[in-house]
């Protein structure tokens, strides 16, 4: 009598918690500057997330009240730029937001690569759950040139976010 | 008559307001920390303010002859992170009386992140007070606007 009262106590706790879900996101985002970059500047290039999520959250019938956690899981960043990201010495990506969310640091690459592409190290563990619930959330990108550059600066951001649902 | 003059009256205070030196934006531009070690600039992201380093009076580290890094991070994988260019003021709104609060500031010198209320004491000079739980147990700096040349 008392194993069944237990595994009945265990199966209401379980219930209780509720169900949770897991998938991930990829979000392609463009930085762009117009330039001048100066040596002695270190430059933010930002991306204002408005409706990138709106068929994921709807794919999974959830609203950011059902948003349990975000975590970054990758982050590559390419560039066309016939100098590729030699004029630069290092990137930092940062999510910031609105209300009470904090500004956080989710990616880091220093010294970056000669080549065109590179895939960053996403910093910490950061849980990003109440920046992704906020009306207002940027991800800002800063890059620390190496040298003068007159000319305009694009590149790409490929960025898996692993998203938690709660029911 | 009256009540159109009131209504007139509230619409030019508002329109002052809006555009009123007061208003948080004061606080962009390039400040000098008390030390006289960094330049921070101060830049808006959405509603909220943020400050990064921009400028060192010695930008080389002596022990590796490489620019400096923030080696004191607690997160292990910011310490290569290059001190110039780095965020150390976080998260600020603007609350009215030339003050923003609710952010924070990182002190790269032990890796510490502590609250900060920024008070704008006149145009060029801001008093940065950083403290731990409450203010009265903090510490405050006084910063100045940069000028070029300095």
């Given at each position: 009598m008392k194993?069944?009262?237990?595994?009945?106590?265990g199966m209401l706790l379980i219930s209780a918690c509720g169900k949770q879900t897991k998938d991930n996101i990829t979000l392609d985002i463009t930085f762009k500057s117009d330039g001048p970059f100066f040596e002695a500047s270190p430059e933010s290039l930002q991306h204002q997330l408005t409706d990138e999520l709106t068929a994921f959250m709807k794919q999974h019938h959830a609203t950011e009240a059902n948003i349990e956690a975000v975590k970054l899981t990758s982050a590559s960043f390419t560039t066309t730029d016939s100098s590729g990201f030699t004029d630069f010495g290092s990137l930092t990506l940062n999510m910031m937001a609105g209300g009470d969310s904090k500004a956080k640091e989710i990616a880091v690459q220093n010294p970056l690569s000669k080549e065109n592409s590179f895939n960053a190290q996403p910093a910490?563990?950061?849980?990003?759950?109440e920046h992704f619930k906020s009306k207002e959330k940027f991800l800002v990108c800063d890059l620390t040139p190496k040298k003068d550059r007159e000319n305009p600066f694009e590149l790409k951001a490929k960025l898996t976010f692993e998203f938690t649902f709660k029911d | 008559m009256k009540k159109i003059s009131i209504v007139l009256g509230a619409a030019l205070m508002c329109v002052l307001m809006a555009f009123s030196p007061a208003s948080g934006d004061r606080l962009l531009g390039v400040w000098q920390s008390g030390s006289g070690k960094a330049g921070v600039k101060i830049e808006k992201i959405g509603a909220k303010y943020y400050g990064k380093i921009v400028w060192l009076k010695e930008p080389i580290d002596p022990a590796t002859g490489k620019p400096k890094v923030d080696k004191n991070n607690p997160d292990e994988k910011m310490r290569t992170v290059p001190l110039k260019g780095y965020r150390i003021l976080k998260d600020f709104s603007y609350k009215n009386?030339?003050?923003?609060?609710?952010?924070?500031?990182?002190?790269?010198?032990?890796?510490?992140?502590?609250?900060c209320v920024i008070k704008m004491k006149d145009n060029n000079t801001l008093d940065i007070r950083g403290y731990i739980g409450v203010q009265a147990l903090g510490r405050t700096d006084t910063w100045k606007r940069m000028k070029l040349g300095k």
């Open positions: 194993k069944i009262l237990y595994l009945f106590a910490g563990d950061a849980d990003l759950s | 009386n030339d003050e923003w609060s609710d952010g924070t500031i990182y002190d790269p010198e032990n890796g510490s992140t502590y609250k």
